[in-house]
């Protein structure tokens, strides 16, 4: 070997070890990233309420998927109300696995209104579902431990919000929520979380803030219907001037036994099956109004009618 390869040999080993160890150092550093960054794969890191929701890959919020699981509920109950209205109430809105949503449709303002409440459903797609929860979450519902006060103001009601997602369920009372104003005994925090909560309710009522294009609403199509009955009070009277009640048979068994006793004076039943199509058929039922009096063996009876959700079985 000449001088010239002899002299330069150690000089070029030793600029290639060195490119080595910095070869080595950035691998090893990408590695360390990536194993930091898979950790936190399957959480969120919180919404400031000191809660964390479990993700599915892509950021996701895992949710109940079967279709009589609730997601997402909002409901109401309470208040200087009869005792019948509580036991008609429905939830606003309702929210299923499958993407089902349930809510209460437009009232039809003519008096007697009918019987059955305007129930309308649709199916909407897991972009929306996923929408709906992240509204929830920023709105503070992933944190049931929040005090939302008691606003001073008598006889209003509560409304409820349900949330099932990260692998946890929570649930937000909120007395008086959108009855507010005026009313003292409520901190800036606390309106703030209120007002973030009735914001979130109105983009609700027709889901356009969740949905992109048209949604097909249908009449919710019930497999169970819980029956309110009353005896009426033969010698009670009715003015002249009131509307006069239609008449209707009741198909079923005799509403003096049926069913079990509830507060208020009234019994109740649950009826499904070929009870339910009986029911519905002789008479239709669509023909009854919220006045209308059945006869039932030797009496006549008021009816209530409060149709079951997918989650509910009784």
């Known amino acids: ?178 009855n507010e104003s005026g009313a003292s005994g409520l901190s800036m925090e606390q309106q703030q979380a209120r007002a973030a909560l009735s914001g979130l309710r109105g983009k609700l009522i027709d889901l356009t803030a969740f949905v992109w294009g048209d949604i097909a609403w249908t009449q919710y199509q019930y497999s169970a219907l819980a029956v309110y009955s009353q005896a009426i009070d033969p010698n009670s009277s009715t003015d002249s001037t009131d509307v006069m009640p239609g008449r209707l048979d009741w198909p079923l068994a005799d509403l003096s036994t049926l069913g079990e006793e509830v507060v208020g004076g009234f019994r109740r039943v649950v009826v499904s099956g070929q009870d339910l199509a009986t029911l519905q058929q002789k008479p239709p039922l669509e023909k009854a109004t919220a006045i209308t009096l059945w006869k039932s063996g030797s009496r006549e009876y008021h009816l209530l009618f409060r149709p079951l959700l997918p989650d509910e079985t009784s």
């Open 1 to 178: 070997m000449s001088r010239r390869d002899g002299a330069q040999l150690p000089e070029v080993w030793s600029t290639f070890a060195l490119r080595a160890a910095m070869f080595v150092a950035a691998i090893t550093l990408f590695a360390l990233a990536v194993a930091l960054g898979g950790c936190g794969a399957g959480a969120s890191p919180g919404d400031g309420s000191g809660t964390t929701a479990t993700t599915a890959p892509g950021g996701s919020l895992v949710h109940p998927d079967g279709k009589n699981e609730v997601v997402f509920q909002v409901f109401e109950g309470g208040g200087f109300v009869p005792v019948e209205y509580n036991y008609t109430m429905v939830p606003e809105f309702s929210l299923y696995g499958d993407g089902r949503v349930v809510v209460s449709g437009p009232v039809i303002m003519i008096y007697p209104g009918p019987a059955m409440p305007n129930l309308q459903t649709a199916i909407i797609p897991e972009e929306a579902v996923q929408a709906i929860l992240s509204a929830a979450r920023e709105a503070g519902l992933f944190d049931s431990t929040f005090d939302y006060g008691q606003p001073g103001i008598s006889d209003m009601p509560t409304t409820t919000f349900v949330a099932n997602a990260g692998g946890a369920s929570y649930r937000s009372d909120v007395y008086a929520l959108g």
